[in-house]
């Protein structure tokens, strides 16, 4: 009894409030006294307005015409509808726990097959043959202007399986703090030499890049970047041996590839590999929630809930 005294308290304050709204098609403006008696009843009416205004200048004369029948007081009941969270509140949950019911167990199997493309990743990584790091930054400045004029990285390289007879390998970096990038920008290097025991190599920096490495040394350089190196080509013993010898499907690579660094791309790239790998009916948490809660709106009022969706 006391949950339905206060849905019939809250039903008649809402109608009491709106009650005093002009009951005009949004399709045409407010005088200075129909808002000002709007804002007296509810200060939200003014922000409402505002917005609700700049919506309806841009929609032609086929929609105003589609959508005559949305007034003002119409149309904020239904805002307050849908801003109600405490009416909300206790659906959410409800929609958690059937998401729950229908839909965690693929979870659980996209984390399996994560972890069943990791150990095959890692079993047939090319970095089981070579261990890369940055060892020097070779730094040479003009003479009289003392700008700095090239820029070589040194990397070692050290054969864990035998004599490598050539390699190929990308490096990119990026600042640990305030990065303009998401991403390592790849640059490509390759080295025909064979090599059975530790061996440093040089690679010249492109000219956009110098600027990153004045002033630094290899520790300074890791302190303020980080770095990412990926073999992706070897030969040894006269066989060539590639990454796209072990091929993973994208959506398993897009997961990996986000992870660590990115929780929120990592949660929608999994979403994506459930339904593309796992159940094309699939739907996210959010992705549920929403659908259910764009149901109940529809529900409340359709033409409200269009124009809304417009």
């Known amino acids: 009894m006391r949950g339905s005294s ?129 060892a020097y930054i070779d730094k040479e400045y003009y003479e009289y202007i003392g700008g700095i004029k090239d820029v070589n990285l040194g990397f070692r390289l050290i054969p864990l399986k035998g004599t490598i007879d050539q390699i190929r390998f990308n490096y990119g970096y990026k600042a640990k703090i305030n990065g303009a990038s998401k991403y390592y920008q790849k640059h490509n290097c390759l080295s025909t030499s064979p090599f059975s025991a530790p061996t440093i190599r040089y690679w010249e920096v492109g000219y956009s890049d110098k600027d990153v490495f004045a002033g630094k040394n290899v520790e300074t350089f890791l302190r303020d970047y980080n770095v990412n190196i990926e073999i992706t080509n070897i030969r040894q013993n006269g066989i060539n041996i590639s990454n796209e010898d072990f091929p993973v499907p994208k959506e398993i690579s897009e997961c990996l590839e986000y992870e660590t660094e990115y929780p929120a791309l990592f949660e929608l790239s ?41």
């Not at 849905?7 to 109608?15: D, G, P, R, V, Y």
């Not at 999994?270 to 739907?283: C, F, H, N, P, R």
């Not at 996210?284 to 809304?308: H, I, M, P, S, T």
Request: hydrophobic share 40%; glycine share 2%; aromatic share 14%.
């Open 6 to 134: 206060l849905l019939i308290l809250w039903l008649t304050i809402i109608l009491s409030s709106c009650s005093s709204i002009s009951n005009k098609s949004v399709s045409e403006e407010l005088s200075t006294g129909e808002l000002s008696k709007a804002i007296k009843t509810d200060t939200s009416f003014a922000s409402f307005y505002e917005s609700l205004r700049k919506k309806v200048e841009k929609m032609d004369d086929i929609k105003k015409a589609k959508f005559n029948d949305v007034t003002y007081r119409r149309l904020f009941k239904y805002f307050k509808f849908i801003q109600d969270s405490a009416y909300w509140k206790p659906l959410s949950k409800k929609w958690v726990i059937e998401w729950e019911q229908k839909f965690e167990g693929f979870q659980i199997k996209a984390d399996s097959m994560l972890v069943f493309w990791k150990k095959y990743l890692e079993e047939n990584s090319l970095n089981n043959y070579v261990k890369i790091e940055l």
């Open 270 to 310: 999994k979403e994506d590999l459930i339904k593309k790998l796992i159940q094309k009916d699939y739907m996210g948490k959010w992705e549920y929630k929403n659908k259910k809660a764009d149901e109940v709106r529809e529900k409340q009022d359709k033409l409200c809930f269009d124009f809304v969706n417009l």
